[in-house]
């Protein structure tokens, strides 16, 4: 493939190849102005393109491809820069020794970058606590609807989480839950989550949180490879609704570094036993699961009325202690939403903050 040379009017020298370059030619005839985005099709060319002509400008360089003239700037290019160099914020790790970040509604609601610094803050860390919030029954999508749009899952849109009886999981129960990502019976689980206390007048119920990443990074490369290659299965149901999935306990990305866990130890199905490798995903399972119950790498605070938990569902496992039902009420709601949205909003914000 031809490789174009560029010299640009700060003295910086390109070299991209030759397609790139025509498929991301500016111009009003390869693009959709108004919302940038691409009209030219690159199988329109043929695949062993070469420039007629590279001729350098004032302000940047023009392209003469024999039946199409593009032109590119210096602004242009700084432009690709910023879009190749973008990324999420990176996920910083933490342990029992940090204490959960909080926010009060009250300044968030009114000061921008009170609220830039709390998204950030989200997703960097993976959890924050929005106090002094109304303690009203589905406010909490009414908080996170300045955000992005929540996600509608199985059971209910806004989950009630008292004890119950009838209910569909411990949750609904007075029991210790153990720290777990929610709906890690969905294959395409939520990726972010709020819990919003409207009332905690019970003893004890502490809220517990787990950076999963801070976990994976005391396994060894063993584990972490056979919890990435075998899958497991989990199931979560009710009367009326059935959710089941397959995959791995831990993901990677495409560096493979970890990006989350999918583990509910309530929700965990029967691994196949004749499985190659059951004797050594239990093993990694084994230590995996003995990082996460150990108080070593569990932040525990309360949730009072008016808290509300914010979480990235991939990567913080959440659980609570038990607690007394009959020294008072205990209520919560959840809703769910997508981390993606948080992030690019942030972005959105941060940018708009310094245009």
Not at 21 to 33: A, G, K, S, V, Y
Not at 148 to 170: I, M, Q, R, W
Not at 232 to 259: C, M
Not at 334 to 341: K, S
Request: glycine share 4%.
């Amino acid at each position: 493939m031809t490789t174009v040379s560029l010299t640009w009017p700060s003295g910086q020298i390109d070299n991209v190849p030759a397609l790139w370059l025509r498929d991301n030619c500016p111009c009003e005839q390869c693009r959709i102005e108004l919302t940038s985005e691409h009209r030219f099709i690159i199988a329109t060319v043929d695949p062993t393109l070469t420039p007629v002509a590279v001729t350098q400008t004032d302000d940047g360089v023009v392209v003469d491809w024999g039946d199409h003239v593009s032109t590119y700037s210096q602004s242009w290019m700084d432009d690709v820069r910023a879009q190749v160099a973008r990324c999420f914020p990176p996920m910083e790790r933490w342990d029992a020794d940090d204490e959960i970040r909080r926010f009060s509604f009250d300044i968030l609601d009114t000061d921008p970058p009170t609220e830039i610094s709390a998204l950030d803050h989200f997703c960097r860390f993976g959890a924050i606590v929005i106090t002094d919030t109304p303690c009203e029954p589905g406010w909490s999508e009414t908080l996170y609807r300045r955000w992005g749009p929540p996600t509608e899952l199985p059971f209910a849109k806004v989950h009630d989480v008292y004890v119950d009886p009838s209910g569909y999981n411990v949750a609904h129960t007075a029991e210790a839950l153990p720290p777990h990502n929610d709906f890690a019976s969905k294959r395409n689980r939520p990726s972010g989550q709020i819990l919003h206390m409207l009332a905690n007048e019970a003893e004890d119920g502490d809220s517990i949180i787990v950076d999963g990443l801070a976990i994976v990074d005391q396994l060894t490369d063993d584990e972490r490879s056979v919890l990435t290659t075998m899958p497991a299965a989990f199931r979560q149901f009710s009367e009326t609704t059935e959710t089941w999935s397959r995959s791995t306990v831990l993901q990677v990305d495409e560096s493979g570094a970890p990006v989350g866990l999918r583990y509910s130890n309530q929700l965990l199905q029967a691994i196949d036993p004749w499985h190659t490798d059951a004797s050594a995903w239990y093993e990694a399972y084994h230590r995996l699961t003995t990082l996460i119950i150990d108080p070593a790498n569990q932040v525990r605070f309360r949730l009072s009325a008016g808290d509300l938990l914010m979480l990235h569902g991939h990567r913080m496992l959440h659980g609570r202690t038990a607690f007394s039902p009959a020294s008072g009420v205990r209520h919560l709601q959840d809703i769910y939403f997508d981390f993606d949205d948080v992030a690019n909003e942030l972005h959105r914000r941060q940018r708009l903050q310094t245009a």
